[in-house]
């Protein structure tokens, strides 16, 4: 993420150990489904028709659909 990419969408849900905090990031398309790598798995998330304001900034909300984890 470079400067000039500021937060644009919020990622909300999944199991307890994603859910606990809300997570703030930048995504490139906001209308297209996420898949967000984190080690040995994807979580995978779908744009809603929500927005959150936050700093005075619309962020697109996504909300958590299920995981896939990495084949060896």
Known sequence: MTSTER????????PQDISAQPEYRYVEES??????????????YEPT????VR??????VYVWTGRTYVAE
């Open 31 to 44: 209308t297209e489904k996420l898949k967000v790598f984190q080690g040995n798995y994807y979580d995978h």
């Open 7 to 14: 937060p644009n969408a919020l990622l909300r849900g999944g």
């Open 49 to 52: 028709a929500e927005n959150e």
């Open 55 to 60: 700093e005075g900034r619309a962020h697109r």
